[in-house]
């Protein structure tokens, strides 16, 4: 996902019939929206340790993309469902040898 920001002006609101115009209607600069997930792409995979446990941030699939030459499968449990995935995170480990 690029460029997280926005840039944009707001010249009214409309509210329960009345119209309302902001103080600043084109503040500078811009906004995040939403920071990109560190883990977004296959070089910045998070490691995961054995036995550890893992949940919440950072390990979600929120704000994340589909990159270049990332693999794009269809869902499918059973048969096709047609829902193309949308987004990925990556997550590495290093397999260990049990005894």
Same mark, same amino acid.
């Given at each position: 996902?690029?460029?997280?920001v926005l840039d944009a002006s707001c010249v009214s609101? %409309?509210?329960?019939? =009345? $119209?309302? $115009?902001? +103080? ?8 995040? /929206? !939403? !920071?990109?997930?560190? #883990?977004?792409?296959? !070089? #910045?995979? &998070?490691? &995961?340790?054995?036995?550890? *446990? ?7 699939? /929120? #704000?994340?993309? /589909? =990159?270049?030459g990332e693999p794009n499968p269809v869902t499918a449990? =059973? =048969?096709? @469902?047609? $829902? +193309? /995935?949308?987004?990925? *995170? @990556? &997550?590495?480990? %290093? !397999?260990?040898?049990?005894?």
């Amino acid at each position: 996902m690029n460029a997280n920001v926005l840039d944009a002006s707001c010249v009214s609101v %409309v509210k329960d019939g =009345g $119209t309302f $115009t902001p +103080a600043t209607p084109n503040p500078a600069g811009t906004r995040t /929206i !939403a !920071a990109p997930a560190v #883990n977004d792409t296959p !070089a #910045n995979a &998070l490691p &995961l340790m054995v036995n550890f *446990s893992c949940s919440g941030s950072p390990y979600t699939t /929120i #704000n994340c993309g /589909i =990159g270049a030459g990332e693999p794009n499968p269809v869902t499918a449990s =059973g =048969g096709d @469902w047609g $829902t +193309a /995935i949308s987004s990925t *995170s @990556w &997550l590495k480990f %290093v !397999a260990t040898k049990t005894p």
